[in-house]
């Protein structure tokens, strides 16, 4: 047992290049989870579909598991968001009688994925491209987690009541609109629930929106390594460094 379990351990928190493969199947397998998801929306919930759910949910339960158990810090563990957000979507795979509407939670393990700080050493050891661009794609994947997250609660509020929401994709095209401001209004929030849902996206959301589409078309900070105290990120306009005072020579396209 105390072999497995260091081999476990190995496996979600080695740095050896198989076990980095090994968390980029993990993601890969998120991705095409995702995928079903959404794709299940569009059909009746057959039979088959419930097993699937059982077998998906036992299958991540697992690693839920095991993840617990190699865990150095367990209350740590146990206590962090995503680890909580993973067990409620592993309950929900067993419950799809009574929370169907909410397996879309299941979005926020590619976050988690992602922001594994080990699957980040290896990207930018092995990548060059994600070391220099590595603050955009970190907004760009925030921006589409939040969106996804964002019609994945519109769906499940509103596709029992609301008969212009009746699948993921109507879900989605809503919220699109709403964030975006562009407000067709050919499909709205049924019921005092939908409304104040619909109020939060639209005071909260869309601020929230827009700051992720500008920290993608224009980073805060840049990557510069200070020659005097090492700090390494900067704001793009930066003269000084803010923590020694060194005068910056950061490349930029000149003053728009």
Not at 43 to 72: C, E, Q, S
Not at 93 to 109: G, M, P
Not at 115 to 137: A, C, G, M, W
Not at 142 to 166: M, P
């Amino acid at each position: 047992m105390k072999s497995l379990k260091q081999n476990l351990y190995q496996i979600y928190f080695g740095s050896h290049s198989s076990m980095a493969r090994w968390r980029w199947g993990l993601i890969a397998v998120d991705v095409i989870l995702l995928l079903f998801f959404i794709l299940t929306t569009f059909m009746d919930h057959a039979p088959w579909l419930i097993v699937t759910d059982y077998i998906i949910g036992v299958v991540l339960l697992i690693d839920w598991l095991a993840r617990l158990w190699v865990t150095r810090d367990r209350i740590a563990f146990l206590t962090r968001p995503i680890a909580m957000v993973d067990l409620a979507v592993v309950l929900s795979l067993f419950a799809v009688t009574i929370a169907e509407n909410f397996i879309f939670l299941r979005v926020l393990r590619t976050l988690r994925l992602l922001r594994s700080y080990h699957v980040l050493k290896e990207l930018r050891d092995t990548l060059p491209f994600f070391k220099r661009h590595e603050q955009i794609i970190f907004s760009a994947t925030n921006l589409l987690v939040f969106i996804f997250v964002v019609s994945a609660g519109v769906y499940a509020l509103q596709v029992r009541v609301n008969t212009e929401i009746n699948n993921y994709i109507d879900a989605l095209y809503f919220t699109i609109t709403t964030l975006t401001t562009t407000g067709f209004g050919d499909i709205t929030m049924e019921g005092q629930t939908g409304r104040l849902l619909a109020v939060v996206i639209m005071i909260v959301g869309v601020s929230l929106f827009l700051r992720l589409i500008q920290s993608i078309f224009r980073p805060n900070k840049v990557n510069y390594d200070c020659p005097d105290c090492g700090l390494a990120r900067h704001d793009h306009d930066a003269v000084h460094c803010k923590h020694c005072g060194r005068i910056l020579k950061i490349r930029t396209e000149g003053i728009e």
